[in-house]
């Protein structure tokens, strides 16, 4: 700092300007000296502020823990274990026992659409409303695929993540796609042809307790 003299303010100074040796500091890099100017306002209030900013934000955030819930990650970790419980009640009270298919298509939309489509008519994974299967069409086929994956195709093995239970509700809602046209034209055939009406006539006794029977008896070709 050298005093008494006036500053050259900041504003004033244009490029190429003569600073009067008085105004410049001490230290010098290759030529290049430092003007002794004050900072812009801006920038020293930008500063002020973020100091001020700090005080406020460490207590609240990092300290008291006083932010609004709804803007921590925590409470979302809790809306899913709420979900969570209210499906283990939703099992428990039998909802999904008595419409295994609609539980189903439940499942489905979590953990299906993004590879089979929200109609089932293919992207990543194959079409699952057409003919034509790579795995077989039968409930216990589908089963199959759906539990033990194919992993050098990219379809994950989904036994150990879902369970049986879940597993043989979601293959219910499955065999109900076939034949039902996607919005869109789904994706070309891939596998062999079957002869699906057949394959998805409902069978004549069909027991009536068990998500098996449930299935059959609720398609409709
Ligand atoms: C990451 C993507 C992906 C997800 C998620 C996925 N699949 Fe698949 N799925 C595939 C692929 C890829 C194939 C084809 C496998 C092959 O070519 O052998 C496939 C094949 C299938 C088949 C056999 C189709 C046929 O033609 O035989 C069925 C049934 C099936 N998936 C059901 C499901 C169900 C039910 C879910 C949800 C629980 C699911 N998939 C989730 C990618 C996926």
Redesign the pocket.
Known sequence: MSDGHKKIEHEELLPGDFIPEQDLLDHEYDGIHEADNPLPKWWVNLFLITIVFAFVYTPIVHMFDLLPKRFLNRDIAQAAMAAEQREAELIASGAYDQDPIGAGKK??GT??????GAYGEG??????TDN??????SED??IA??TN??A?????Q?GP??GDR??KM??A??MTLWNQPPPTPGKKA??EPYDMATIRAPKEEAPTDSVTASADTTVKI
């Open positions: 499942y489905f953990f299906c659409v993004t590879c089979h992207g990543i994974g194959p079409n699952l034509y299967w790579i795995h077989g069409p086929q589908i695929t759906v994956g194919v050098a195709k990219g379809m994950p989904w993540i879902l879940k597993i979601i293959s809602y499955v891939e596998g």
